[in-house]
T-cell receptor, first 115, second 113 residues
Framework: NAGVTQTPKFRILKIGQSMTLQCTQD?????MYWYRQDPGMGLKLIYY???????DKGEVPNGYNVSRSTTEDFPLRLELAAPSQTSVYFC??????????????FGSGTQLSVL | AQSVTQLDSHVSVSEGTPVLLRCNYSSSYSPSLFWYVQHPNKGLQLLLK??????LVKGINGFEAEFKKSETSFHLTKPSAHMSDAAEYFC???????????FGGGTRVLVKP
């Protein structure tokens, strides 16, 4: 069982570069999420999706874009990387809404540094 | 609005002694509450959840948490710490509307032999 798979695990970007963080899940989950984790701050929701073709902003969406063309994949795009985007990024999924009592399944994270 | 405060950023215990991780929350609605654990270089894993059933919730690996509405708390405990419990723990509150989960800042647990 692969669960939620994120790539890459580590990446260093220069200011102004762009990149896509990949996320795929094989559990046929409807909901997918992108979080960022800054030290001592817990996780902040960037974007989420309730199904293929539907995405919505979370708490901290500025500087990011997402798409959900299939149920399995939910890539996160950084267009013009800034030092403030240095963080650890987690993708997660759930069958139904994680805001009720639904368990979230997390990927192992992507450590991104913007220098 | 909802918020979560984890009262200790770091907790150090000796192996075999009890562990207590404190969490206070605020929520406009009857909340669902969760504890997640994150081992080094891993994603978060659900330990347990409270969803308005029994106030004492048992989770995996011997952890349990008690929901106390009067104190707006959801503290996590384990009677006897094991070396494998060394990790970061997150208290999470949710409300049904808006797909919104709010994470606490995390408590890093160190277990000494």
């Amino acid at each position: 069982n692969a669960g939620v798979t994120q790539t890459p695990k580590f990446r260093i970007l220069k200011i102004g570069q762009s990149m896509t963080l990949q996320c795929t899940q094989d559990m046929n989950h409807n909901y997918m999420y992108w979080y960022r984790q800054d030290p001592g701050m817990g996780l902040k929701l960037i974007y989420y999706s309730v199904g293929a073709g539907i995405t919505d902003k979370g708490e901290v969406p500025n500087g990011y874009n997402v798409s959900r063309s299939t149920t399995e994949d939910f890539p996160l795009r950084l267009e013009l990387a800034a030092p403030s985007q240095t963080s650890v990024y987690f993708c997660a999924s759930s069958k139904f809404s994680g805001a009720t009592n639904e368990k979230l399944f997390f990927g192992s994270g992507t450590q991104l540094s913007v220098l | 609005a909802q918020s979560v405060t984890q009262l200790d950023s770091h907790v150090s215990v000796s192996e075999g002694t009890p562990v207590l991780l404190r969490c206070n929350y605020s929520s406009s609605y009857s909340p669902s509450l969760f504890w997640y654990v994150q081992h080094p270089n891993k994603g978060l894993q659900l330990l347990l959840k409270y969803t308005s059933a029994a106030t004492l919730v048992k989770g995996i690996n011997g952890f349990e948490a008690e929901f106390k509405k009067s104190e707006t708390s959801f503290h996590l405990t384990k009677p006897s710490a094991h070396m494998s419990d060394a990790a970061e723990y997150f208290c999470v509150v949710s409300q049904a509307a808006g797909n919104k989960l709010t994470f606490g800042g995390g408590t890093r647990v160190l277990v000494k032999p």
